[in-house]
């Protein structure tokens, strides 16, 4: 067996290890960040369980920590007696980025992970099978439930050679965004192997199964190995280490090779990670900032790397760079070795250790102005600019063009490869992750006025007649659907308020036109809901009176949380696709009968026709469509 079936096959509880059927396997830790915490913690409590039944859960305070109100702050204060009553570890806001945090800290080799993040194939990085999924998801798995998804295919990526200067392992995964594309990984698990990775970190694994999430992958894995040893060793974790090896070198669905020997600092160019191209192809454009951090690159690792370019450098006098440590580790480390003073001599400005600009929190770039980001994602907008131009690529690629102020080859710079050493012991200190109470009786939970309860949809109509308010094209983000940044995120806990921008940066009016047509149709192209995992993409039209998705294809994330809210996603073909027109009507005269005895339902659009569309939908699926969404479908079990 190679890594990822080896992992599946050693949690599996229901389903057969063939791609394509619906498995379930047991989840032995979970992680929730503070933007999908609340609401995940909020469900968790409807299912009136009195302590999680994990081996381990982390709630981590990353993303929305902005104190512009008392939303987040407010927010904070429930997700840490939350934590503390119902048997979770809490790690206080400023403690560093989730997925850093929990690679550092509490990844095992060998066994699952279930986070309310994207990102959290991060911890991959160690030999586990860390997948990411929406709240309700993750509250379930925290109840003691197994987690239900399309067994992938598996694709192995052979790594050969070994890194030239310039080049890091962020070109590695640039790389294969660049092969596979946004849609390449859906319904795939990306196992690393071969020579090359013999001389590759923890740290710069998880640079690159992290980004796994922009392939659309379930997850991405390296094998657990002497590096896996080394890393957990140094963080004082050796006994967690076990070896996870595949048995033999071809037994995959795909392989493909990587040279690094031949790599080259690549960069993903304005909007999309996919849009990638060689940093040489388009080096001399004047740029404006230059933003080192994010999950993908910000560990103890890449600061040292940053912080070796910039030392007795300046930053170029056009450009503003900021760097966010990963962790608080990180931070300390480099604060103890001089590192940072040489950071803070060149001119940088130092952040927190979070997530930050990378979802928009703060640092949105001037007006036409190119930002460099070592983030994972360049969404339109994203930044919290609108029509900005958003590159991302390494932190070598980034420290040498924050100097120079134009993008540039670090390979043209550096002479030699920037060799940073894996610590033999990192700076342990875990007082900012707060261990749950031993009297749980005794914590109340503190709930401000911005947490509101989450809405529940009724069962399945038996008929629908709806319109189709918004026809959308290919790719579109959960960014699009439910943006982020700094005036939205702190409504995460309280869906009334936030429904009010679902679409706000594709069309305006898409709330105001959903409510007075009582609901209605999202028309979608192919892999439709990439990105995150973010909930409230499904939640929020859910509670707009959204009934139905059509779409080409569905990215694997959302597709789930739209059928946990009780939305149905149906896929179409391309000539249906077309002959829809926004603000059609469409009539699904036999719904729940269609969805609960047959294969396929029937759509009636209006001066159109009939067509009939496969719902695609496992027993366990149409059961929830049919109750209305996951949480009605187990209050009836
Ligand atoms: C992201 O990178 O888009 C986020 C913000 O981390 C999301 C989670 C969220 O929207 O809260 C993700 O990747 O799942
Ligand atoms: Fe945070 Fe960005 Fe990573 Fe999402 S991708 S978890 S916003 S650092």
Avoid at 247 to 255: A, K, L, M
Avoid at 315 to 323: A, E, G, Q, R, W
Avoid at 381 to 389: E, L, Q
Wanted: hydrophobic share 40%; glycine share 10%; charged share 20%.
């Amino acid at each position: 067996m190679n890594v990822a079936q080896k992992l599946i096959g050693s949690h599996i509880v229901s389903g057969e290890m063939k791609a394509g059927e619906e498995i379930s396997i047991t989840i032995d830790q979970t992680l929730t960040q503070d933007a999908t915490g609340t609401m995940a913690y909020l469900e968790f409590e409807a299912m009136g369980i009195p302590k999680v039944k994990t081996k381990l859960s982390v709630s981590y305070v990353d993303h929305n920590t902005l104190q512009a109100g008392f939303e987040n702050a407010d927010d904070h204060r429930f997700l840490k007696s939350i934590a503390s009553k119902y048997g979770l570890y809490f790690s206080r806001p400023g403690n560093g980025i989730c997925h850093q945090l929990h690679m550092e800290r509490f990844a095992v080799p060998g066994e699952t992970l279930l986070g309310s993040d994207s990102h959290t194939p991060n911890a991959g990085s160690v030999g586990m099978l860390a997948i990411g999924a929406g709240g309700l998801s993750v509250a379930l798995a925290m109840a003691g439930e197994p987690f239900f998804l399309v067994m992938p295919q598996v694709v192995r990526i052979n790594l050969k050679g070994t890194f030239g200067p310039g080049v890091s392992a962020k070109d590695v995964i640039l790389e294969v965004l660049r092969r596979l594309t946004v849609k390449g990984g859906v319904g795939k698990i990306i196992e690393y192997g071969g020579k090359g990775i013999a001389n590759l970190t923890v740290p710069e694994r998880a640079a690159i199964t992290n980004m796994g999430a922009e392939l659309g992958a379930t997850t991405s894995v390296f094998p657990s190995d002497e590096q896996t040893l080394a890393f957990l060793k140094a963080q004082g974790r050796e006994k967690d280490w076990m070896e996870l090896k595949p048995d033999s070198e071809d037994e995959y669905d795909e392989i493909i090779e990587i040279d690094l020997d031949v790599l080259e600092p690549l960069i993903a160019t304005p909007s999309s990670p996919d849009n990638v191209v060689k940093v040489k192809e388009i080096a001399g454009e004047p740029i404006g900032q230059v933003c080192i951090g994010s999950c993908a690159n910000s560990s103890y690792m890449d600061l040292m790397s940053a912080a070796n370019i910039l030392k007795g450098n300046r930053v170029h006098p056009d450009v503003s760079l900021t760097i966010s440590p990963g962790s608080r580790q990180a931070l300390q480390m480099i604060t103890e070795n001089g590192a940072l003073a040489d950071i803070i001599a060149s001119g940088a400005r130092l952040l927190e250790c979070t997530c930050g600009p990378c979802i928009g929190m703060g640092q949105s770039p001037a007006t036409d102005t190119i930002t460099l980001r070592t983030f994972t994602r360049n969404f339109p907008g994203r930044s919290g600019t609108v029509n900005d131009r958003s590159y991302l690529c390494s932190p070598l690629t980034a420290a040498v063009s924050a100097i120079i102020g134009k993008i540039t080859d670090p390979a043209d710079i550096l002479k030699e490869p920037i060799v940073v050493k894996l610590p033999e012991n990192y700076l342990i200190d875990d007082s900012m992750i707060l261990p749950p109470s031993d009297e749980p009786d005794k914590v109340e939970i503190i709930r401000g006025p911005n947490i509101k309860p989450f809405p529940v949809k009724g069962p399945l109509e038996d008929s629908l007649k709806a319109k189709v308010i918004l026809k959308v094209g290919d790719n579109i983000t959960t960014d699009d659907i439910m943006p982020a940044g700094a005036k939205i995120l702190p409504l995460r806990s309280n869906v009334p308020a936030i429904s009010e921008y679902v679409f706000s940066k594709v069309d305006a009016d898409f709330p105001a036109r959903a409510k007075a047509s009582g609901g209605g149709i999202v028309l979608g192209g192919l892999n439709y809901g990439q990105g995150s995992s973010r909930e409230h993409a499904a939640l929020a039209p859910m509670y707009l009176g959204v009934k139905v998705v059509l779409a080409k294809s569905f990215a694997r994330i959302h597709k789930d949380n739209l059928i946990n809210f009780g939305i149905l996603p149906l896929t179409v073909g391309e000539d249906i696709y077309d002959s829809i027109s926004q603000d059609a009507e469409i009539e699904f005269p036999n719904l729940s009968k269609e969805v609960r005895e047959l294969s396929k339902v029937t759509c009636e659009v209006a001066r159109i026709g009939i067509f009939r569309v496969e719902h695609g939908l496992t027993e366990r699926q149409k059961e929830m469509i049919l109750a209305g969404g996951l949480l009605n479908y187990i209050k009836e079990k």
